[in-house]
């Protein structure tokens, strides 16, 4: 397996590159997130990679960074996605926006992925919420939310409520809640769903 490589960037047509390491050429294909990030050619470059192989095919995918690859193997673990959705996927949304439509279940913003629609969306969503709740693409809800917020989201989730629902109740609360009242109104909010 091929987990990274470093070498000169000779061209980019999106969404591939072509990496010199030491004379050999590496097509890698990257998403477009990647891409951006990418140095002019003639730079040194570093991608973590994931290499594909078929009867017919090998392909090097790369990313900038792990989150990157690690939501691009989860992605692929998904029946019926193969690399290209994926690649889709982390082209259209970031890892950031990616995890939070999965926590907020919002399948309207993965139909805005080229290639994706509802049935794929709503399947995405449905997978990835095990491995958001497993820890694969997400923090937990406390690392995401800081001071006020985070100890309301911390204390909702000691009460058992899950990742999505303690979010979803701290976003519905006003700016500046102290943490009692924003666990009581938090409360309040998920005794009504």
């Not at 909702?156 to 924003?182: C, F, H, I, S």
Request: proline share 4%.
């Amino acid at each position: 397996m091929i987990g990274r490589i470093s070498g000169t960037l000779v061209a980019k047509h999106p969404p591939q590159i072509l990496v010199d390491v030491r004379g050999v050429g590496y097509e890698v294909d990257v998403p477009m997130s990647t891409f951006y990030q990418l140095p002019a050619t003639g730079a040194e470059v570093i991608l973590l990679t994931h290499l594909v192989v078929r009867e017919d095919a090998q392909h090097l995918y790369g990313f900038a960074t792990e989150p990157e690859r690690q939501a691009f193997r989860q992605l692929l673990r998904i029946s019926g996605v193969g690399a290209r959705t994926a690649l889709a996927v982390l082209s259209g949304l970031s890892v950031a926006d990616l995890r939070e439509a999965v926590t907020t279940q919002d399948a309207d913003r993965l139909i805005k992925v080229p290639g994706i629609g509802r049935k794929t969306a709503e399947r995405l969503l449905l997978e990835l919420r095990d491995k958001l709740e497993l820890g694969v693409l997400a923090a937990p809800a406390a690392a995401r939310a800081d001071g006020e917020a985070g100890d309301i989201t911390n204390a909702l989730l000691a009460l058992g409520y899950n990742d999505r629902e303690a979010a979803w109740a701290v976003k519905q609360l006003p700016a500046g809640a102290t943490v009692a009242d924003g666990i009581r109104q938090a409360l309040k909010l998920l005794s009504k769903t």
